[in-house]
Each structure stands twice: as C-alpha cells, then as structure tokens.
C-alpha cells in the first residue's frame, strides 16, 4: 500500500531522516519505534505531504506519490494525527468533527446560493456520520462539550474520530498513547483494533508504550538516527542488541523508558491523569 525508497529529509546539514526503506502492506499496523529523535515524526511529515523529502520515492497505492501536497494525499485517503492534538479548542466535540470532510458544498458561498437543498442533505450526512463517530468512541456525552475542555485521552479519541470522518485508507497515529490514562488507552486499542479489522484501515503507529506496540502491531520497525535499525515482530525488534543499544545510548529515551516501568512514577502519573479526566 506505502512504499517509501530511500527517503531522506534533511535539515540544514542535519540528516533528521536518513535513508528510510520499508514497505506497509494493506491491513497491517504498523508499529514505528525508536528513541527520542529518531526522525519519526519528521518521516510522518514527509509521508504525509507536509515536508518535501529531500531524496526518495513514496509510492501510495501504486502511484507516485512523493511531491504531492498533504490535501491531495488526504483526498487519496493518507490521513494523519498529531503528536500534540490540534482540536479547535473553541468549538465544540460535534463541531471539530463536522468540519473535517472535505468540500463540503456549504463552504462555497456560489453553493450556498444556488443548491440549498444540496448543502442541507450533505450537511445532515456529516451530522450523522460525526454523531455514530461519536457514538462509536464512547464519547456521545461530551458532544456539545468544547473540545479545548476534553481530557488528554479525550482529546485523542477526537483525533482518531477526525480520520474517521474521512474515507481514510491509511492512517498516519503520532503517539496516540502519551499522556492518556490506562481506562481510555484500553478503549483506544480497542477503537485501532475495530477499525483496523472491521473497517479496513491500515496503520503506521509512533509509539513509545511498548504494551501497545506488542499488542496491535506486527510488523515493528525501529528507527535510530534517521535510519532503519530493524524491522520485524515485536520480540525479534525488542530483543535484538542494535534496538537495546539504540535506546541505551540516547539518554532521554532511556529516561522516558524507565519512568514508564518505575511503579511510583507510573502512580502518580496514573492519579494525576485519573484527576483529569473526572
Ligand atoms: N524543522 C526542523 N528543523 C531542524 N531540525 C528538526 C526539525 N524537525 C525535527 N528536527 C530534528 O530532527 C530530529 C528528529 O526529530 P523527530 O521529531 O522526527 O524525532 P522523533 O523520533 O519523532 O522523536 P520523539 O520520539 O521525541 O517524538 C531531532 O533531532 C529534531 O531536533
Ligand atoms: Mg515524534
């Protein structure tokens, strides 16, 4: 479904990706992990329009895909969210949903005039779609709810409910696990999984919750300073002595990592995000 050939991004002098080879088969989740800097999200950014690689090929579905823009790649059906969510925090839950599809007749003011009743049946599509996408991720009781007030997990759903309100084929997910509380990284997993198996959607999954790894993706891809260290299931990846020295050598990795598995820290992380989300 993606091929990516060699891509490199490079900033300034500085190689951010470096020469990034492997393929996503149709179906699949994907995992994508590595330490901090590894060039994951930049090589999100490329693949998804929003960087020019600097040297490479991207084939998306058997087409050429590597100097299109991140709309024309949306409207293909590569979809992606963000590290850091990017809800419009003065509308509401209903409302960030319902603006996601694209041309909508409603935004061309010549519509307006002259196909009022085309704009009112579409528009009544999106509210039906943008209501069971809510329904689906749970998240019926905070539809009229600002979304700058949603919790960290909520506000993650929301960008996973955004592609949903798309045709996407294949869904680009930054580190959907950061910052969300055990209950709700559960019903996420539960919501990957549902649309990976039932809906057809194939993932590329940033990670560092490596539970999550293990449970949705095979294959795993491990990144280090731009280059593709390994691919393969997640033990061959996790055990292999290149993946070890990658997360070992790379200081806030390997503090990140720790604090995931130090039961204190993890309690209070847990009450803090618990706190949030009542
Ligand atoms: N616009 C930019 N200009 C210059 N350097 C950048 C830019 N974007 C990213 N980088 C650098 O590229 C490297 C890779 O960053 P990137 O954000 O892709 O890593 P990552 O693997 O996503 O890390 P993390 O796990 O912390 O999110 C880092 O050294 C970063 O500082
Ligand atoms: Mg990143």
Redesign the pocket.
């Known amino acids: 479904m993606l091929e990516l050939d060699n891509i490199v991004k490079a900033?300034?002098g500085?190689r951010?990706?470096d020469g990034c080879t492997f393929s996503v088969n149709k179906g699949e989740i994907l995992g994508l992990v590595?330490?901090?800097?590894?060039?994951?999200?930049?090589?999100?950014?490329v693949i998804a329009g929003a960087?020019q690689p600097t040297s490479g090929t991207i084939r998306f579905l058997g087409e050429d895909v590597t100097h299109l823009s991140t709309d024309a790649l949306f409207h293909k059906g590569l979809v992606r969210t963000f590290?850091i969510p990017h809800e419009f925090h003065r509308l509401t839950v209903l409302e960030n949903l319902m603006m996601v599809p694209p041309n909508q007749p409603g935004e061309n003011l010549f519509a307006n005039w002259l196909a009022w009743g085309k704009v009112r049946a579409c528009e009544e599509e999106v509210r039906a779609r943008a209501v069971e996408t809510l329904a689906f991720l749970e998240l019926t009781h905070v539809t009229e709810e600002r979304a700058g007030n949603l919790s960290g997990g909520q506000k993650k759903l929301l960008e996973l409910g955004r592609t949903m309100m798309t045709d996407a084929k294949l869904v680009l997910l930054?580190?959907p696990a950061a910052g969300v509380n055990r209950t709700l990284l559960r019903k996420l997993e539960e919501k990957i999984q549902i649309l990976n198996r039932e809906r057809g959607y194939t993932f590329i999954l940033?990670e560092?919750d490596m539970e999550m790894i293990e449970k949705l993706c095979q294959p795993v891809v491990c990144?280090a300073e731009?280059k593709v260290l390994i691919q393969g299931d997640f033990h061959t990846v996790r055990s292999d002595p290149r993946v070890l020295e990658a997360y070992l050598g790379e200081p806030?990795?390997a503090e990140r990592e720790q604090a995931q598995h130090d039961p204190h820290i993890e309690e209070v992380r847990e009450q803090e995000l618990h706190k949030e989300d009542l």
Request: hydrophobic fraction near 40%; aromatic fraction near 12%.
């Open positions: 900033f300034g500085f951010a990706v590595g330490p901090n800097g590894a060039g994951k999200t930049t090589l999100f950014g960087l590290q930054d580190e940033i560092h990144m731009g806030a990795g």
